[in-house]
């Protein structure tokens, strides 16, 4: 039947284009690339959720996982397509946030310093209730080819190590 055919080519080009992240440099993924990766980051680390986050400058698609908490914040990692952030939730008082965002930014990069890590300074600081504190770099992840998912998922697990001794 035309009709089956049809839906199993059309089912075909979407697992064909959602495994092409194997094939492409990072610079060329778009929506479907992101989303195989992030299906196989879900079978290597403890991924809470990933999905597509809307914002005024057209959204993207993120993944955010090794949530960790104290009795002030929860402190965890975000993709954001290809920029890893260093997030924190603050839910007190929204006169704190500043000062709990810039106590929390100098013990991430403490941390990061002694541990050989370059974590850039967010361009603006947010003062919401989600605020990134640092940022790694797409080509300090990924480099400039193909993606190596052994190396990436180590340097993950390198990361998930800096927050906890953050939250240490």
Known sequence: NPLVI???????????????????PIKEWKWY?????????EKQLDVENWD???NP????????????ENEEIRMYLQFEESKLCFKIEYEG???????????????????A??????????????????????IISPEN???????NIDSLVNKLKHYEDIVKKCME
Do not use: C
Request: charged share 20%; glycine share 10%.
């Open 6 to 24: 049809d839906f199993y080519n059309h089912l075909q080009e979407l697992e064909n284009a959602t495994n092409s992240y194997k094939l492409k």
């Open 33 to 41: 690339e992101w989303q195989g990766f992030y299906m196989e980051l």
């Open 52 to 54: 597509y986050v809307a």
């Open 57 to 68: 400058a057209g959204g993207f698609i993120g993944l955010w996982w090794n949530f960790i």
């Open 93 to 111: 008082d929204s006169n704190n946030r500043s000062e709990i965002r810039a106590k929390y930014h100098s013990i991430l990069m403490d941390v």
């Open 113 to 134: 310093k002694a541990e050989g890590t370059t974590v850039e300074r967010p361009s603006r600081f947010g003062a919401g209730t989600y605020m990134t504190i640092g």
């Open 141 to 147: 992840i990924f480099g400039d080819g193909i993606v």
